[in-house]
C-alpha cells in the first residue's frame, strides 16, 4: 500500500482523474469500480471535462458501484444511484453500468447475483474507494469477521451520522445497505482510495500503521497487492 501525499482536494480528484485516464488509455474496455459521497464529485467533473475534451473515452467501459442503501428506491434524490447519474452517467456514455438494486425483494439473492456479474465481467480493473471516519470501505462496516461476497449490512451509528447530512430534517434516512464484499473488491487489479479532510487524519493515521486490525476494514488492504491511498494535506494529519 503506497500513499500519495497531495496539497489540496482538488489536487486529489486531479490526480485520481490522471490514474483513469491512464487506465482507459491502455485499456478502453476496462471494468471499473465506483463510489460515491462528496469526496469523488471533483474527480468525477474532471473525467466528464476530459471525456468532453476528447481526452477519454469511456463508450467502453462497463461500471459497478460498491454499495446502495436498503429499501431506497432507485428514483429517492439520495440513492447512489442517482448520485451517479447526476455526476456522471448523464454526462458520458458507457457501455453498462452496474448498481445493487436498493428495491430488490430478496437482498441476499441480489447481492449473490451481483458477485457473480463482477465474476463475469472479469473482475475490476481500476477500484475506486473513499474510507469512513470508522475505517469503512463501501459499506463494510467495523466488525470482528467479514463476509467475502456482497452482502446486506446494519450501518452503523458513526456512519448514520456521517450520511445524515444529506438527508432532509424528518425525511427517512435508511439504517441499512447493499455492499459489494471484500471478495469483489479484492478482484480489482488496482484500487485507488481518495481521502480528504482533517476529519479522516485520525483513521489515515492507524491505517499506515501497517497492522491489520479486525475492527478496521480498510486495513484489510494491505493484503492486496496493487493499493494507491491519495490524500490530501488535512487527511494526512498537516
Known amino acids: 500500500m503506497k500513499k500519495i501525499v497531495c496539497n489540496t482536494y482538488e489536487e486529489v480528484c486531479n490526480f485520481g482523474a490522471d490514474i483513469f485516464v491512464q487506465q482507459l488509455k491502455k485499456k478502453p474496455d476496462s471494468v471499473l469500480g465506483l463510489a460515491t459521497g462528496s469526496t469523488p464529485i471533483d474527480l468525477y467533473s474532471d473525467l466528464v471535462r476530459r471525456a468532453k475534451n476528447g481526452e477519454v473515452d469511456f463508450s467502453k467501459v462497463r461500471t459497478f458501484n460498491l454499495d446502495e442503501y436498503y429499501p431506497i428506491k432507485a ?12 455526476h456522471l452517467f448523464s454526462k458520458i456514455k458507457v457501455e453498462s453500468s452496474n ?17 457473480a456479474k463482477v465474476q463475469k465481467a472479469g473482475g475490476i480493473d481500476l477500484q475506486l474507494l473513499g474510507i469512513g471516519v470508522n475505517g469503512h470501505i463501501a459499506f463494510i462496516e467495523p466488525d470482528s469477521s467479514y463476509p467475502l461476497g456482497s452482502y446486506l449490512v446494519e450501518l452503523a451509528e458513526e ?19 447493499l455492499s459489494m464484499g471484500l471478495s469483489p473488491i479484492f478482484s480489482a487489479r488496482h484500487i485507488m482510495m481518495l481521502v480528504t479532510g482533517p476529519n ?12 491489520i486490525h479486525t475492527d478496521l476494514p480498510a486495513s484489510l488492504l494491505h493484503l492486496h497487492p496493487n493499493v494507491t491511498v491519495v490524500v490530501d494535506r488535512a487527511a494526512n494529519g498537516e
Open 99 to 115: 448498481f445493487l438494486n436498493g428495491e430488490a425483494s430478496d437482498p441476499h439473492a441480489e447481492c449473490a447475483a451481483y458477485d
Open 75 to 86: 428514483s429517492h434524490p439520495q440513492s447512489y444511484r442517482a448520485f451517479m447519474e447526476k
Open 159 to 177: 456512519t448514520l451520522i456521517a450520511n445524515s447530512r444529506f438527508f432532509k430534517e424528518g425525511e427517512n434516512q435508511p439504517t441499512s445497505a
Open 200 to 211: 479522516k487524519a485520525p483513521v489515515i493515521k492507524r491505517l499506515f500503521e501497517n497492522v
